[in-house]
């Protein structure tokens, strides 16, 4: 069966250093990968979208790369701010279409 | 741009009776919009894919006859949970894709309603 794991159910860091968040996929032959961010009692934010061709994309503070070979998307948030606390999550295109399937999502907590 | 919404934000309701969700695009048409689920501390999962003017199409286990979704126009989409249980509590979010372009890969995603089932 196809699955989208986020590794990390939280991670604390501490402001200005880098958050990488992990998500490790199965059963998926994905032409592009996303992240989100969600917010307590919000709908998720779109962040960054990654095609199956590119290694690596990056806005701003933040950078996502993606590995087909090994299944994987890291994504990273640079000189992290307390701001950046939330829930990111991962997700890919099912079968039928645009249809997302999400992953768990990683909570980040970044502490002054 | 690219703004969707969802109204109510929040209801409480008895059980047995039914409630109805709205999801609007406000400054794009989609054709397409999705329903999803969200319970504590849990990922969002796929409830249904609505297209404009056509029968939704329901992701396995959801029961189409207690979750009524209907997309009327290219700006609305709407569901309704009937016969309300308590074991239907939980937030409920919508998202839409564009109508065509590049631009229909990304999906803006409402602010969710929060649905309490007494």
């Known amino acids: 069966s196809q699955k989208i794991e986020q590794n990390s159910e939280a991670l604390n860091i501490q402001e200005g250093k880098t958050a990488t968040l992990t998500c490790n996929y199965t059963?998926?032959?994905?032409?592009?990968l996303q992240w989100y961010r969600q917010d307590p009692g919000r709908g998720p934010v779109f962040l960054l979208l990654?095609?199956?061709?590119?290694k690596e994309k990056r806005k701003e503070r933040l950078k996502v790369t993606f590995d087909t070979t090994l299944k994987q998307s890291l994504f990273h948030i640079t000189a992290s701010q307390p701001a950046d606390s939330a829930t990111y999550l991962c997700?890919?295109?099912?079968?039928?279409?645009?249809?997302?399937?999400f992953g768990k999502g990683t909570s980040l907590l970044v502490t002054p | 741009g690219a703004v969707v919404s969802q109204h109510p934000s929040r209801v409480i309701c008895k059980s047995g009776t039914s409630v109805k969700i709205e999801c609007r695009s406000l400054?794009?048409?989609?054709?397409?919009m999705f329903w999803y689920r969200q319970f504590p501390k849990k990922s969002l999962m796929l409830m249904a894919t609505?297209?404009?003017?056509?029968?939704?199409?329901?992701e396995q286990g959801v029961e189409k006859d207690k979750f009524l979704i209907n997309h009327a126009s290219l700006t609305l989409s709407t569901l309704t949970v009937t016969s309300a249980h308590p074991e239907d509590s939980s937030f409920y979010i919508c998202?839409?894709?564009?109508?065509?372009?590049?631009?229909?890969?990304?999906?803006?995603f409402g602010p969710g309603t929060r649905l309490t089932v007494l």
């Open positions: 998202s839409a894709n564009m109508a065509s372009g590049i631009a229909s890969i990304e999906q803006f």
């Open positions: 059963n998926y032959s994905p032409a592009y």
């Open positions: 990654i095609r199956e061709n590119e």
């Open positions: 997700a890919l295109a099912g079968d039928s279409g645009y249809a997302l399937n």
């Open positions: 400054d794009f048409q989609a054709t397409t």
């Open positions: 609505s297209n404009e003017g056509s029968k939704a199409t329901y």
